[in-house]
């Protein structure tokens, strides 16, 4: 399997993050100058041609660059301020212009701004997750740390250390945290369980965590599992990612996301509550990945009060490695906002995976456990840790000065991109496509670019009527809904949910009850569970929405004698042929 992130070249000392070399910075304006010239050339060439006809013309942005694999692309990306302001997307509100900002093909755009923020000379910062002063031993074969953004003019600074964590560690907390997190579902506003989440606080702490309208409590109690999974998994990844900070100087809360379908996601947001102040002040954040493969992406925010992406700046990050047989326990630890102001410059993002692919490896193992590390700033009110004023924490005065340079990890490296469905995998990840290249004649997603460029045979695309269902849609749920409530109402007696297994979507379903339908994954840890309760004398803890199930489980049928079992609202597919 290659890097996911094909070598970067040779960089000029030092090492990354870094300024390249004097003459390679005047070789690269020179190259943009020249094809600056080209294009105006060819939006002047094509005027001439379409004069005295009403076609209307379309100018390209840039020229598009065919890319065939004996050529691949090279990330990173350093940019000086006067390149690519013609490309600059601006802030849209207006839906026209919105839907044109999608079609715009342009080279990756996260360019440095005039200062806006300290420098780190002037405001020093410890930065976590500075993996270049990892030790070299650490992490699995074939993974490596490496800084994905670095752009002192907004202070926002990220690193990624895919494997960082060894595996088996990765499979235990993986498997400690799913069984004893204290997960609750969060839902859409159409009703959707987007993903589900927990809150877990240090030190006596009793502040809640807000995610736009859901509030997830700070349990009065957590249960010694789930603070002993905790405090393990913080040591390793302190030990191993952030050696130099002191253990007083420590995050002291964290929260918890589970995905278990591939098709769960967080939408464009930035971390910026007021809990961490994170608009304000330097706001670090190690965030943990565990399970399966997702992506990560982070890019800078449109002005104004507005979540929105602008496309182009899209830095993307894989979290958690595949591998060939099983993805269940791999780790990656992202330092994203990880220092400095990301919050206030930046918004991120994790798409969904359902990919219209067959036989993709990481299917097997969907569930992700996501960790993020942060440090609460203002305590609420009630809250024991509660103190006037605002703490000044340990890496906020600490840190060697640096130069200031600017680096960012572009996939894509300076060739234009578009924001499309992948010609590879029909990966829909956010208003209908997600940046692609054209190679050899196709437009394909990084994931489909770095496939291609490993010399695999092409992906066997699946039918379009034989796809996965995606999310299910509002009519779906409110069937379901519906029939849940006269299930409720008459108290019928409920068939086995076990019936039938449908291996494209791996849901179980009921075909005469079609809002019952558990994972496989549930179905497996509900079994575990029972097993555990049925050796040791008492239940372990599980999740609050998988309560009932287990409840029906354990009982020996689903639904017969309790209540109905709600474990989500996940799509019902029609069995292939
Ligand atoms: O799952 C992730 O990697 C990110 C989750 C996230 O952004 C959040 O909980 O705020
Ligand atoms: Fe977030």
Redesign the pocket.
Known sequence: MTSLYPPLPAPAAPVLPGPQAAGTQRAQSQAEDQNRQRLLLSCHLQDLLSAGTSEPVRRPLVTEKTHDAREPITPGLVLDARQSTRFAERSVRDPAERKASLRRVAPHLWEATQRTEPPLKEQPLLLLGDFHSAPKDVGAPGTSCRVVLWDESRRCFASHWPGALPPDFCSHSFDALMTHGPWEPLHSKKGQVT?E?CWYVRKGCRCDYT?GIARVRAKRKQTQAFRAAMEILLEEVMRRVCPSLPKEAWPNCA?L?L?TEAWQS?GW?A?DESLFMGKDRDCPIL?V?LGAR?E?WLALRHQGNCMDPQLKSIVEAQ?AMPSAQFCSFQSSV?APSSKGLCQKHCV?F?PCDVRNIESTSHDSVRA?I?V?WRWIREHKQRCPQHVEGTEQFFFESSGPPRDEQFFVHAWAGQCAMAWKLCDGCDHDAWRGGRNCVKHQNQWLCRLCYEHALSGAPPHQKVPRDRRRPRRPGLAVIEARAAAEEEFNNTGASRPDALQQLNPLSAAFFVPSYPQVVVTPMQIQQMQVLAELSRLADGRPGVSSSMAPAYQALAAGSFGATSSPTKVSYYPVPAPLQ
């Open positions: 993903r989440t995610y929260n996301n995905y967080v947001h971390d965030s990945s997702r990560f979290r992202l991120h994790v992700r996501n993020t």
